[in-house]
C-alpha cells in the first residue's frame, strides 16, 4: 500500500470513524454515503451522519493465522478475528495480549492502536487498530502464582538427630 493511500484512510484507522442513517439507525464501518439498510435507498441520501464506534465488541469468529504475510513474520502465530461491535459493524482485526489457543467466540474485546506492519526497506511503520481482551479471563493463567502454594516449613526431624 503507498503512504499516500494510507494517509487517505487514517482517519477510520484511528478514530473508527463511521456513519450512522439517522432515517434507521444503522451504523456502518466504513462509512457510507447511501444506507442499503433503508427501503428506499435514495432518501437516505444526504441523511448520513459521521459516527465514532467506540471500539467495543466481542469475537465473531477467528482464525489462527500461522504464515504470515510479508512484514508480519514476527508475529506468527496470531488470531485474525471478525469482531461484532456494540454498534453493529463487524470489523476485522488481530486479537493481541492474549495466547492464539484462549482466544474463543464471544469474548469481549476493545479496540486498541497499535503498530500493523513495517513496510519494506524505507521501514514505513502502520499502525491501526487491533483488539485486546477486555475482560477478565477465568482461570489461572500461565506462569501465575501457583508454584508459590505450600509453605516451607523447618523438618523438626533435624533436632531428633543431634
Ligand atoms: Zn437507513
Known amino acids: 500500500m503507498s503512504i499516500a493511500r494510507f494517509w487517505r ?3 477510520r484507522r484511528y478514530n473508527l470513524g463511521g456513519s450512522k442513517c439517522t432515517m434507521c439507525g444503522t451504523v456502518y464501518f466504513p462509512p457510507r454515503a447511501v444506507c442499503p439498510t433503508c427501503a428506499h435507498h435514495r432518501e437516505s441520501i444526504g441523511k448520513m451522519v459521521p459516527f465514532q ?9 477467528y482464525t489462527t493465522v500461522h ?12 488470531v485474525l478475528a471478525l469482531v461484532r461491535t456494540v454498534e453493529g459493524p463487524i470489523l476485522t482485526g488481530q486479537i493481541v495480549d492474549l495466547a492464539p489457543e484462549e482466544v474463543r467466540i464471544g469474548l469481549k474485546v476493545r479496540a486498541t492502536f497499535r503498530k500493523l506492519r513495517e513496510e519494506g526497506r524505507a521501514g514505513v511503520i502502520h499502525y491501526g487498530y487491533k483488539f485486546a481482551p477486555a475482560e477478565e479471563l477465568p482461570g489461572p493463567r500461565p506462569g501465575g502464582p501457583r508454584a508459590a502454594v505450600g509453605a516451607r516449613t523447618a523438618p523438626e526431624s533435624d533436632r531428633a538427630s543431634a
Open 9 to 11: 484512510e487514517t482517519p
Open 53 to 61: 464506534l467506540s471500539g467495543d465488541g466481542e469475537v465473531f469468529s
Open 67 to 78: 504464515e504470515a504475510a510479508e512484514g508480519f513474520e514476527m508475529q506468527v502465530p496470531y
